[in-house]
């Protein structure tokens, strides 16, 4: 059995202000952290024998991990497009957009489109690239979406569009 992993598709590049900022300041936390690690790790590999020694391979794994994630953000950073302006037609989604819906037993969900690499911090945050941001984008208010769920088909009615 091979260890291939298809290469994962691309991510939009669109983040919101608030989004890149919350990116930005992660970036410096990293690398302050790393610094700590970095001191710490020294002092775990002057102790001696490192294959025994459970600080060292706590604080090599710990570094491997910042390392890994500020790479990530490194590359990241550079190829992503803020978007903070609002549309001209406010009727109708894009991104950056704060969706209210209601399901076929009028329960109210709202959510907002953002960026792939924002879409963790909120609770009703959803990612531009899922299913349901891609079937509700450039439709207007009042329009009906169909979305394909794991439990099967969901109907949603566009009750309200707002912007930032």
Do not use: C
Not at 89 to 117: N, Q, W
Not at 135 to 142: Q, R, V, Y
């Amino acid at each position: 059995m091979s260890r291939y992993r298809p290469p994962q598709p691309k991510k939009a590049p669109y983040i919101t202000a608030a989004g890149m900022q919350s990116l930005q300041d992660e970036q410096k936390d990293l690398w302050k952290r790393r610094r700590h690690v970095v001191e710490a790790l020294s002092a775990a590999a002057a102790e001696g024998d490192r294959s025994e020694n459970a600080e060292y391979i706590y604080r090599k794994k710990e570094l491997r991990d910042l390392d890994r994630r500020i790479r990530y953000l490194q590359k990241r950073l550079p190829n992503l497009t803020i978007v903070d302006s609002k549309p001209s037609d406010l009727e109708r989604v894009f991104f950056g957009a704060t969706v209210h819906l209601e399901d076929e037993l009028e329960t109210l969900r709202i959510y907002r489109i953002v960026g792939p690499d924002e879409f963790d911090d909120q609770p009703n945050y959803i990612s531009v690239d899922s299913p349901l941001a891609r079937s509700l984008l450039n439709k207007a208010l009042g329009d009906e979406v169909i979305v394909n769920a794991p439990e099967g088909e969901k109907a949603y009615l566009i009750v309200n569009i707002e912007y930032l």
